[in-house]
């Protein structure tokens, strides 16, 4: 019975580690990770713990050095997977396998932070969507990463660069404190903005048309866009 188990667990961390490496973390959508890895440590089976975590280590550096934007589904699996690492997923006390699950974590953090930068970016199939939409889903990141701070000033980061594309996204962004003074101050200023649909069409044409440019001002940060005020709110927060 054991080694029936061994070998269905071994098997499909032989999926994941395939899924990984064909499709990013795309590729682990249809595997139940969680009790992959419960089952692994309930069995001490660090040859495949280690196999397992390889393969995610792998996909981390591919992540943080891809030149496409990210999609909406890759940052919640990468958010589900940060939160397993670190949570019911990590190995026992004084477990061997410690030390490697620490950097596994660190690398899954790195791997978020960087999608939540390019997220969204002009030509994406999220940013076709509309900006509204593409920060209604970062709302869901943003629910689901709740008590990782630097995590959540990222999200919240990448919300305040959406909001300076379209001024329509504050809808959803109203009657909440958030943790990026910037987002704040620049939620506040647009308390009475109201959403048209005919301003809708021309902000979505124009960004369009300065895609390009909006790339460029996205990885300098939200100063180009609203100000240097911003940024320096933004900064002081970050740093506290």
Known sequence: ??????????????????GLQECGFMGLMETPVLKVFTELHKMNDTTQLGKLVGGLEEACT???????????????????LLQDVEGPAAPPEESPLEPDFKTLAASLRLALLTHLQHFARPGSAEAKQGVPMAAGMLLLVHEKVAGDLLVTLAVEHALLRLLFRSKDAVVLLRDRTWALAALNKQVE???????????EGEEAGAEEEDGEGDEDEDEEGPAEAGGDEEEGDEE?????
């Open 1 to 18: 019975m054991a080694d029936r188990k061994r070998a269905e667990l071994a098997e499909q961390v032989e999926d994941a580690c395939e």
């Open 62 to 80: 591919r992540a943080i050095s891809a030149k496409t934007p990210p999609e909406f589904p890759e940052l919640m699996v990468l958010s589900q």
């Open 189 to 199: 200023s647009l308390k009475d903005h109201q959403p048209e649909e005919a301003g």
């Open 236 to 240: 002081e927060e970050e740093s506290g």
